[in-house]
């Protein structure tokens, strides 16, 4: 028989113990599907009394609270299933129910999308209606700014001829 080495784990809510002869054999015992070993989760241990309790019951798993100095003890086993019961292994996964309800009714949600469509068509018209007008307005804008420049130009022009045709005359500003 090998030698036995002792491994820990913490597992759950529980700080656990077993003796095996190897890593294999030690997550067997504790049902891992994982290497534990590998994530840094289990090692060998050197606890002196991890070492007793898991080495008077070889391949047993034994627990205790994480973190306490109390001893380890084997976890109690699970009630044997209810006769006639199928352990939950051999079951068969549910199939899928048939659908009982009829389809949804497509109607409302494309009468709404019809009433949005509108809100957004009307928007785009009257947005690109009003954007037409800016336009136009900002012509009128311009060609008003431009006969208001022109047409200052000359009252200034003329203003300053009179001014120049009274001083001419001897008058004097007020």
Do not use: C, N
């Not at 534990?36 to 002196?48: I, K, M």
């Not at 008077?56 to 609270?65: D, I, K, M, Y």
């Not at 208001?148 to 008058?171: E, I, N, T």
């Amino acid at each position: 028989m090998a030698r036995l080495k002792v491994f820990a784990a913490t597992i759950g809510f529980f700080d656990t113990v077993v003796a095996a002869p190897s890593r294999k054999a030690a997550l067997e015992a504790w049902g891992a599907r994982q290497d534990l070993f590998g994530e840094g989760l289990a090692s060998v241990t050197d606890d002196p009394a991890a070492e007793t309790a898991a080495l008077a019951h070889p391949g047993v798993v034994l627990r205790r609270a994480p973190g306490s100095k109390g001893g380890f003890e084997q976890a109690p086993a699970l009630p044997d299933p209810p006769e006639g019961s199928r352990p939950k292994s051999a079951a068969k996964p549910a199939a899928r129910p048939a659908r009982s309800t009829p389809a949804p009714d497509r109607r409302p949600l494309d009468r709404a999308q019809a009433a949005l469509d509108k809100i957004e068509a009307r928007y785009s018209r009257d947005h690109d209606a009003l954007e037409r007008e800016m336009a136009a307005l900002g012509e009128r804008l311009k060609a008003l700014e431009q006969s208001h420049v022109s047409a200052r130009h000359a009252a200034v022009r003329r203003r300053d001829q009179a001014l120049r045709a009274f001083r001419r005359a001897g008058g004097k500003d007020a």
